[in-house]
C-alpha cells in the first residue's frame, strides 16, 4: 500500500521538497529535563556546533523544543518554553539561513511567535491541535507546514490513556478527521505522525510499527520520530545513550512502512540508512 507520489512534497519556506526520497529531521532539544540527557542543549557554540552536525550529516529540517513532552514531565509557561528557544532559533538563522527550522510545540502563541519573528518554516505539535483550540485557525494564517501528531490526554497524563477501541483505526480516524479539518482551513502542508510512545504501551508500539504501511491511506507524508525511545532501550533492557543501534533498526523498518520524514538524534546513521534503503529499493525496482 503506497503513498499517492503528488503528495510526497512538502514546501518549506516557499521551497519544495520532494520526500519520495525519504528525509531526516535533527532534534535539538532546549530542555533540562529531555529523556536523552546527551541531547539537552543551550543557546551557546555547543548547540550551534550540533546543529552544523546535523546539516554536514545531511539533515534536511532541524527540530528545535523547549517543552520536554517525555512522560510525566514538568509543564512549563508559554513564556519560559519561548525564552528557551529564542535566542537558539535567532543564532541559528543567522548562521545557516537557508535550512529549514520546525519547533516543537502545541500552543498557538508559541508557533505565531516563532514565525513572525525568526521565519520558522514548520510547526510540529504533538498534540494535534488538541491541547490549544487556536492552533489550527494559527497555522492556516501563518502558512507554514504542520506535522499533525496522535496524542490522547497531555506529557503529564498520556501514561494512563493506553485503552483503544481499535488501536489503528482510532489513531487512523483521528489523522483523517484532522487532515480534513487542516485542508478546510487551506493548510495544505500537512505531514502526520503516529505519535510513537504518546499515550501506547510498547506492544501498541510496535503494533503500529507493523501497520505502518495503513498511514499511507492519509495520502500525506508521514514522519516517524522513535530516536532512542522507550519501546527501543526498554525492548533490549538497556538505557536511551545505548539505544543507537536499535534506533537504526526501527528506522529501517519505518521506512519500509513509508515513512517520509525520520526525526532522530543521530542523523549521520539516520542519513545512512535512508541511503541503503534507496539502494535497496531501486535493486528491487529492477528485478
Known sequence: ????????????????????TPIVMGIVNLTPDSFFSLSRYKAGRSMLNLVEQQINDGATIIDIGGYSTR??????????????????????????????LSVDTFRADVARAVVDRFGVAMINDVSGGTLDPMMFETIAALDVAYVLMHMKGTPQTMHTKVEYEALLPDIIHFLQRRVAQLHLLGVNDVV?????????????????????????????????????K??????????????????TAVHMLA?????????????????????????WKKGANER
Open 1 to 20: 500500500m503506497k503513498a499517492d507520489p503528488s503528495s510526497l512534497f512538502l514546501k518549506l519556506n516557499q521551497q519544495l521538497y520532494d520526500l519520495r
Open 192 to 228: 502526520i505522525d503516529p505519535g510513537f510512545g504518546f499515550a501506547k504501551t510498547l506492544e501498541q508500539n510496535y503494533e503500529l510499527l507493523n501497520k505502518l504501511e495503513y498511514f499511507n491511506e492519509i495520502e500525506v507524508p508521514l514522519l516517524v520520530g522513535v530516536s532512542r
Open 71 to 100: 512522560p510525566q514531565a514538568v509543564p512549563v509557561s508559554a513564556e519560559e518554553e519561548l525564552e528557551r528557544i529564542s535566542e537558539p532559533i535567532e543564532m541559528i538563522r543567522r548562521k545557516f539561513p537557508d535550512v529549514p
Open 255 to 279: 521506512l519500509l512502512g513509508g515513512a517520509s520524514i525520520l526525526r532522530v538524534h543521530d542523523v549521520k546513521e539516520a542519513v545512512e540508512a535512508v541511503k541503503i534503503f534507496e539502494a
Open 230 to 247: 522507550s519501546m527501543i532501550y526498554k525492548l533490549l533492557d538497556t538505557t536511551p545513550e545505548a539505544a543507537l543501534n536499535g534506533s
